[in-house]
Nanobody, 116 residues
Framework: QVQLVESGGGLVQAGGSLKLSCVAS????????MAWYRQAPGNQRELVAQ???????NYPDSVKGRFTISRDSAKNTVYLQMNNLGPEDTAVYYC??????????WGQGTQVTVSS
């Protein structure tokens, strides 16, 4: 089992920045990739950033150039730096980990609200 705990959400004005953190604990060996997803009310959960064990990152066009995912392996932590936020970025942000073959874990989510 892997436990994921997010932090760093909050209220920010449009154009502002936030940095989310996700600390992984438990049996964290063989984690292949970690990611951040978000879900706004009435919408499906969507991927906003992914980083593989090899360090390859992936972003959808909606956040490319504004969001950056990074990790600190020594701290078992993944970060999401979000810049130039807009109201459309308002959502609950979830940390995600993929382990081995077919094991997936989610954090409890952290709310990000961007005011216009």
């Amino acid at each position: 089992q892997v436990q994921l705990v997010e932090s760093g959400g909050g209220l920010v004005q449009a154009g502002g920045s936030l940095k989310l953190s996700c600390v992984a604990s438990g049996h964290i060996f063989k984690i292949n990739a970690m990611a951040w997803y978000r879900q706004a009310p009435g919408n499906q959960r969507e991927l906003v950033a992914q980083i593989t064990v090899g360090g390859t990152t992936n972003y959808p066009d909606s956040v490319k150039g504004r969001f950056t995912i990074s990790r600190d392996s020594a701290k078992n932590t993944v970060y999401l730096q979000m810049n130039n936020l807009g109201p459309e970025d308002t959502a609950v942000y979830y940390c995600f980990a993929q382990q081995g073959m077919g094991y997936y874990y989610w954090g409890q989510g952290t709310q990000v609200t961007v005011s216009s």
